[in-house]
């Protein structure tokens, strides 16, 4: 409404109700917050801890902003007279809440089309449109949800407003639209371009981007106190697997290329190599969630040999870029072992033994290197090591080597204990089972054999 209308308005209200026309002219004149000398109305500001503010008001403000004032003022609500011949409105209200009243009545006072720069903050608007809200102020209520709708929050501005405007009606639900659920074909579409993005093979400064996208697409993916964003349904199943063969066919060609050069590997072909192997270990999380991770596998023990040549840790002398490239590889070959152990992805026999051959005397030497590395106190080597990686690998070989026919077990056993790095893997747990198992065989071929001619007899 014109605010030469709401005059007129109050002006014939004014009048209708019997007040005089010098007290209505005097009304309309422009009016200040705690202006004591025209005040006509004292709203008294209390709390529970005994705090009482009088704030001087004019009752034609507060009955124009505010439907409560303009219930509390009206003839069928009793008001205390006090000194001046003053209405007096008693307001009870939170302390915590005290500052907001005091903000919402100088609105009252500002002029609709100047409030834009005054909300000072996300808290402070919240705590206006809280007040607001209570006392009915319907343009205040507006032009706080516009404001808050508008401007960014942070995150503990954002758990204040979720437990806030939840409670304060339809009204002010527009400041909500940014949390709201999203549209599964949105999700999807999103979902597409992000993984996209991170199986990519983008410049070299775009790489913080890639790994953005892939944070966030294991966090899509990732089961916690919510469900995950996105089902591992087909459609989502048969995306990853496209995106991830190409991944794979790339990084085949990137070390036919490296096999091929007889001298050591440039600084720039390092760095590409290590955010193949990162991107690896990352595909690695997101096909075990998927539970998709055979054509990986494949992928990485049809290149071990290659990777085992090209990234070990003592061809060359290992160095700070050797190292960490030596860390992610046998972070991607945990991964990979451990699919292969457990039954996960099966592989034959002679698969497995390939695997055992390739990466059991890398881990050995790895491990060494790397212990080596990170107690030479040298601090311009930044090596985050995971210390369950170790714990993991170990009973990942035991499991590994004891799936194998038993004269190959043999073969690692009897290579691991004449070997300088016998402490690890320790492999007596399988050396155990080995024992027992040779040692009982022909007793329980013999029962077995007996069971099958018993079997065998008419």
Known sequence: MYPTIVKLTFICQALTAGFPIAQVTEAMAPCYFGDRSSSDTVVRLRTSDGRDDWLYCHSHILIEKSKYFA????????????????????????????????????????????????????????????????????????????????????????????????GMGSQVLPVLSRLEPVNPLAIMRIFRAAIQLATSSPPLDMNGLKTSAQEQLEYMLTEDDDEP????????????????????????????????????????????????????????????????????????????????????????????????????????????????????????????LHAVKVWLPYVRVAKAAIDSATSSG??????????????????????????????DQAEILTEW???????????????DVWCYRSKVAKRRLTILDGNHGRSSTP
């Open 378 to 407: 040298d601090e311009t080597l930044e090596l985050k090591v995971d210390g369950e990686l170790w714990q993991s690998l170990e009973p990942t070989f035991v499991s590994l080597v004891l799936t194998l026919p038993s004269g």
């Open 229 to 352: 964003l996105l089902k591992a349904d087909d459609e989502i199943r048969s995306e990853v697997k496209q995106c991830m063969s190409r991944l794979f066919a790339r990084f085949n060609s990137f070390l036919e290329s490296l096999f091929c050069e007889s001298s050591e590997l440039a600084s720039e072909t390092l760095h590409i190599l290590q955010f193949y192997l990162s991107d690896l270990s990352w595909a690695c999380q997101i096909l075990t969630k998927l539970e998709i991770m055979r054509d990986l596998v494949i992928c990485w023990m049809d290149a071990s040999d290659k990777v085992v040549k090209i990234v070990h840790p003592s061809n060359p002398e290992p160095n700070g870029e050797t190292i960490k490239m030596t860390l992610k590889t046998v972070e991607v070959a945990s991964k990979v072992l451990e699919s292969i152990a457990y039954g996960n992805v099966i592989l034959p026999a002679s698969k497995r």
């Open 417 to 431: 204990l004449g070997n300088n790095y016998i402490r690890y893997p320790d492999l007596t747990e399988a050396f």
């Open 71 to 166: 219930d509390r003022l009206s003839e069928e609500w009793p008001t205390c007279q006090i000194l001046d011949s003053r209405n007096c409105v008693e307001v009870y209200c939170q302390e915590s809440d005290f500052d907001s009243h005091v903000n919402v009545l100088r609105l009252f006072y500002v002029k609709e089309n100047s409030r834009d720069d005054i909300w000072h903050g996300v808290r402070n608007a919240l705590g206006i449109l809280r007040v607001a809200v209570e006392l009915e102020c319907s343009q205040i209520v507006t032009a706080c949800v516009n404001y808050l709708e508008a401007v960014p929050w942070e995150e503990t501005e954002e758990e204040e407003i979720l437990k806030a405007i939840p």
